[in-house]
């Protein structure tokens, strides 16, 4: 018949609702200030009562999730039925977040709104967002306008034009929007790296003041702010006047990630800056930049946030930092006394594919690390879950953050008991529901098929597909040689392989399209399963298979990180296979990765040996492949040997690494990766 919401006092932690959980977790709860309400609904009426105008806003998300879901649509014939319930709820942690790196793509006003509606939904308080990058700056401000004409826009290699911005309007209109959501928006305005937009469009900021255009790659780059000029400071403030004009949070964030220092190890002004202020190096320049800056920012009544590194050198008075390195940012941070915010990139990453990051991983999150004491655990402020968008433009973002943003706004609202991952799961199939019918266009929640292999009969391969989601259903289909594929087909339980072929394995959750199938290419060569000998141990970061990788009869993908490549470290890769008798060798290919980006380079040189007998060996072949400096081109790079045939029992192949990055590296002199993937014998 009603709903009254109505203000209370903030009540302590009701004990009740925690009597069962263990001390040492009882103690780890750290409510959000006056976001908690309690619900009563029964037959005669829905009673709420908050402290705050954010509580009772909290009420209704859960109101509306007990609501059936065809109400999104407004289309809900009445009456409708919800359980009655007392509810008696508040956050774990304080600070609730996503960040939404609208720069390397750049995001339309509406969707940003959208976003909005979706952490409000989820019971989150903070969007972080990330305004300023090598590849764009997309905030106007008033003072440079060239930060948007020129700083806004990139040439994308095809020669097309790619950019925007939010003008100030739009900014005043987004800021509000979400403070009537109960969410707080922090800008992101990145110091002293990812500015290559601002430096070109005001190349007096840098320490050259060479011109250089927006970037266009993805990556780290070397020209920063000079943090020697006072222009550079100057600069600065004059943004972050405007920035604080427009952005009511107590909180700004500045970046301070991913900066390398060897503009300023050559520049004389950030040298003669050293000498003046007695800093015995870069890093302690650095930490001068992060001081005045946070001091400038305390005088305008505002607090700084940085990424983990701003650590490096000390860390400016009230600085908060937001630990993405892992945990160890966020317990120096607390040992110095200083708050954090959790964004490890083991769970908080959506950018990262499920490989890496699947559902089950974000609902195992626990934003306390382990070595924070447990009367510390307030320096805790609560964790973001990253959304990058280097390779997700604003139509793939939903299928980033969704599922996962299921898991992550629970473990940030209620600290765990213990997480019972598979009734999360069932509750996350309802709710998946509900934003079928808002249009989110979810991803999977992990990946959905895996298959083993096995040596069969005669020389044939036997896959083994295996679903990895209870409700997936699979699907597969198979060429052989150049022909075309054959319809997709059931898969009953081992797909039976005797010639060289092409495998696609799909699957099928709830009716999302189908994503990019399993693949994967078959030879079954002379060498197939037969025993290798290496001379490394497997990297267990990339065994690729295990012993029998290279001769396993499966090709490495184009994804260096697809479970079949095998890697070696700073060394040579060398691997022996026994044909078991003397037969005739008509070719050789070995299979290599190239990525320059990940530190991985193809060998220059492949030598190939034969033996009889394994001891007294003779050289057949060496390919000789030098390499120029290559920073763009990522993927398998093959060298085969061929000609005369050779009779032997044992070839040995050699993939001499270059050990180490090449001058013309970004790292150059750290050690280097050698990926192989497989060796096909003829
Ligand atoms: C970051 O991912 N560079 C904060
Ligand atoms: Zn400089």
Known sequence: NAIIISASEDVPVNPELYKDLPANIRNRIRPGRNENYKMVINQDIILIQAPSEAGGFYALQTLRQLMPVQSETGKQNLPIRIPSAFIDDRPAFSHRGMLLDCCRHFMDKEFVKRYIDLLAMHKMNVLHWHLTEDQGWRIEIKQYPELTNVGAWRTEKDGTRYGGFYTQDDIREIVRYAAERHITIIPEIEMPGHS?????????????????????????????????KESTFEFIENVLDEVCELFPSQYIHIGGDESPRVRWENCEHCQKRMKEHK????????????????????????????????????????????????????????RLN???????????????????????????????????????????????????????????????????MLAFSEVVWRYPATRDYNSFYQRVNGHLDRLDKLGVKYGLPAVASAISCQTGDDGTLEVFPKPLLDDAVLKYRIRYG?????????????????????????????????????????????????PLTLSY???????????????????????FRDGLWQAVFGDNL?????????????????????????WIFRPEKVSLEVSDDGRKWKPWKEIQAPLSADHDSQGAVEYSASGQPISARYIRITGHSLGKCPEWHDAAGSPSWLFADEFVIR
């Open 482 to 530: 150049n022909a075309d594929f054959l319809p997709w087909q059931d898969i009953d339980s081992v797909i039976t392989i005797a010639e060289d072929a092409e495998l696609e394995i799909q699957a099928q959750w709830r009716s999302l399209e189908p994503e990019t199938p399993l693949y994967r290419r078959i030879v079954l060569h002379k060498g197939f399963s037969r």
């Open 574 to 598: 060398q691997a022996t296979v026994d044909l078991g008798t003397v037969q005739e060798i008509n070719s050789v290919s070995t299979r290599w990765y190239h990525y320059a980006n990940a």
């Open 196 to 228: 290559v937009a601002a430096i070109a469009s005001y190349p007096y900021l840098s320490c050259t003041g060479e011109n250089i255009p927006v970037e266009n790659e993805w990556g780290v780059f070397k020209d920063i702010y000079c943090a020697g």
């Open 338 to 404: 200083h708050y954090a915010i959790m964004s490890p990139t083991s769970h908080c990453y959506f950018d990262y594919p499920l490989e890496s990051t699947d559902l089950r991983e974000v609902y195992s999150f626990d934003p306390v690390p382990a070595a924070i004491a447990d009367d510390r655990i307030n320096m805790i402020l609560g964790a973001e879950c990253n959304m990058w968008t280097e390779h997700a433009p604003q139509e793939l973002v939903d299928n980033r953050m969704f599922p996962r």
């Open 279 to 334: 800093l015995k190096d870069e890093a302690d320049l650095h930490a001068y930049f992060n001081e005045r800056i946070g001091k400038y920012l305390a005088s305008k009544g505002r607090i700084l946030i940085g990424w983990d590194e701003i650590l490096e050198g000390g860390i400016p008075a009230n600085g908060v930092i937001q630990s993405w390195q892992g945990e160890k940012g966020a317990i120096d941070a607390v």
């Open 537 to 559: 141990a497997i990297n267990t970061s990339y065994p690729g298979g295990g012993q029998q990788a290279l001769c396993d009869g499966l090709l490495g993908t184009d994804s």
